[in-house]
């Protein structure tokens, strides 16, 4: 049991010396692995993605996807500025990709490095729809989100070796395992991914609001991802994103906000959303 306490402790003074206050949401998040290390990791991950992917330059779509991108990294750095919060993005290297691919997908790497699929250009249908995508995954760069869910895992694997050192019964170590295993994830790991959603929506509709697009159109959107679904998600408890209605309705609660926090930084209209030919 010494040991046992030994390696809690350690594990309790490791996290709370690897604590980070995340600007875009005032929390202390966990930082087990830096940006420094992270980032060059990442970005050798997209440019291998790249490599292997029909990447599209060219195109007005394409266009699009770069445009917008740039809109929405402008509109974070005018909100870190504007609250204190200058050289943030200094280790950020901004790309916008599109690959023609027919997944329903978009992605964005910790450090600014942005994939989106043709597959879900139907869905955004505008170039609004593509901006609250858009905001939403550069939100997840910024929050630091791939940083704390990789520090959330190195956390679960250290209790989980805690536990199996504690343990000398054989049986009871394969019972702790099993319950572990899956009390770890359906009650904390999927919780905090979750949760990591929510605030990418958030964060993204002040970012799309701030860059000149209707936030109120965010929620429009995942209406359409809800259509587009076929209504086969998981329950909400089992997975990692909120299910499509508790989504839309926080977006609809949000979009006001996101509107007042666009009038800060003088944007009083929008951007006309005008459909595009995919």
């Not at 490791?14 to 992270?38: D, E, R, W, Y």
């Not at 750095?77 to 950020?92: K, M, P, S, T």
């Not at 998600?233 to 994103?241: G, K, V």
Request: aromatic residues 8%; contains cysteine; hydrophobic residues 40%.
């Amino acid at each position: 049991m010494k040991l046992k306490n030994v390696i809690i402790a350690s594990c309790t003074v490791l996290i709370f010396l690897s604590c980070a206050t995340n600007p875009f949401t005032g929390k202390q998040t966990m930082a087990l692995v830096s940006n420094a290390q992270l980032f060059p990791t990442a970005f050798a991950q997209y440019n291998q993605v790249l490599s292997e992917s029909n990447v599209e330059t060219g195109t007005a779509r394409a266009e699009m996807i770069t445009r917008v991108g740039q809109r929405i990294a402008v509109a974070a750095e005018r909100w870190l500025n504007a609250n204190g919060h200058q050289g943030y993005l200094a280790d950020y290297e901004w790309e916008y990709k599109l690959i023609d691919e027919p997944t329903v997908n978009a992605w964005c790497m910790p450090g600014g490095k942005i994939v989106f699929y043709t597959g879900i250009l139907p869905v955004a249908q505008n170039e609004t729809g593509i901006a609250a995508i858009m905001g939403h995954e550069v939100a997840h760069a910024l929050a630091n989100h791939g940083q704390q869910r990789m520090s959330a895992a190195y956390i679960q694997q250290g209790v989980a070796l805690a536990g199996n050192i504690a343990i000398n019964n054989e049986e009871d170590r394969n019972i702790f395992n099993q319950y572990y295993g899956i009390g770890s994830q359906v009650g904390v790991m999927l919780p905090f991914s979750r949760s990591h959603e929510t605030e990418a929506d958030k964060i993204g509709l002040y970012l799309m609001a701030i860059a000149g697009y209707n936030p109120t159109e965010a929620a429009e959107l995942w209406k359409r991802m809800k259509a587009n679904s076929g209504g086969g998600a998981p329950p909400e408890i089992l997975s990692t994103h909120p299910s499509n209605d508790s989504r839309i309705a926080n977006l609809q609660t949000l979009a006001p906000q996101a509107v007042a926090e666009a009038k800060k930084f003088g944007i009083q209209s929008f951007k006309p959303i005008t459909s595009y030919s995919y």
